[in-house]
T-cell receptor
Framework: SQQGEEDPQALSIQEGENATMNCSYK?????LQWYRQNSGRGLVHLIL?????REKHSGRLRVTLDTSKKSSSLLITASRAADTASYFC????????????FGTGTRLQVTL | GAGVSQSPSNKVTEKGKDVELRCDPI?????LYWYRQSLGQGLEFLIY????????KSGLPSDRFSAERTGGSVSTLTIQRTQQEDSAVYLC???????????FGNGTRLTVT
């Protein structure tokens, strides 16, 4: 099934360092989205990048998309302890009324 | 406006019983999703409603699972004859349209004993 696969599965860094998470997918997409989840609660949308875009920024977040490699990366700069969470990519296929499918997630731990 | 509301927040049921999980989406949102998340795992797609189109039920794991969305608003996910493997957090999300970001509820934690 169409699904993003995040890499790494888990990442532990110190506060102030940058965190990079990667997402790979299988077929053509309409857009790719990144979400954050704290402690098993509902997910919160972070950023959406369309298939014709290559890079987007939002505060300390930077997302890139390489449709030729079918991959995306999420960079969190100057990480904080509060960034500790699970991060998921989600892809929406091209075509009408297609569902949004999520990857397996990266668990990020930021320590002081 | 309120966000996506799910009820109950926690549900403990005995194996073999039926359960109903409710989702109140954000008013005006045309798309509604149900996902399931087991402990420490990713999100498993269950069902997707988009406007008046026929729902995408391709993720429902068995015929014990069904969902309705009445009047384009509230949705109910029903699990009949629950099994222990149904234990998970069931997440509902809505979006303004099919290309917009999702807004998630806090989920219903279902435990089948």
């Amino acid at each position: 099934s169409q699904q993003g696969e995040e890499d790494p599965q888990a990442l532990s860094i110190q506060e102030g360092e940058n965190a990079t998470m990667n997402c790979s997918y299988k077929t053509s997409i309409n857009n790719l989205q990144w979400y954050r989840q704290n402690s098993g609660r509902g997910l919160v949308h972070l950023i959406l990048i369309r298939s014709n875009e290559r890079e987007k920024h939002s505060g300390r977040l930077r997302v890139t998309l390489d449709t030729s490699k079918k991959s995306s990366s999420l960079l969190i700069t100057a990480s904080r302890a509060a960034d500790t969470a699970s991060y998921f990519c989600a892809t929406r296929l091209t075509g009408t009324a297609s569902k949004l499918t999520f990857g397996t997630g990266t668990r990020l731990q930021v320590t002081l | 406006g309120a966000g996506v509301s799910q009820s109950p927040s926690n549900k403990v049921t005995e194996k073999g019983k039926d359960v109903e999980l409710r989702c109140d989406p954000i008013s005006g949102h045309t798309a509604l999703y149900w996902y399931r998340q087991s402990l420490g795992q990713g999100l498993e797609f269950l069902i997707y409603f988009q406007g008046n189109s026929a729902p995408d039920k391709s993720g429902l794991p068995s015929d014990r699972f069904s969902a309705e969305r009445t009047g384009g608003s509230v949705s109910t996910l029903t699990i009949q004859r629950t099994q222990q493997e149904d234990s998970a957090v069931y997440l509902c999300a809505s979006s303004l349209d099919r290309n917009s970001p999702l807004h998630f509820g806090n989920g219903t934690r279902l435990t089948v004993t």
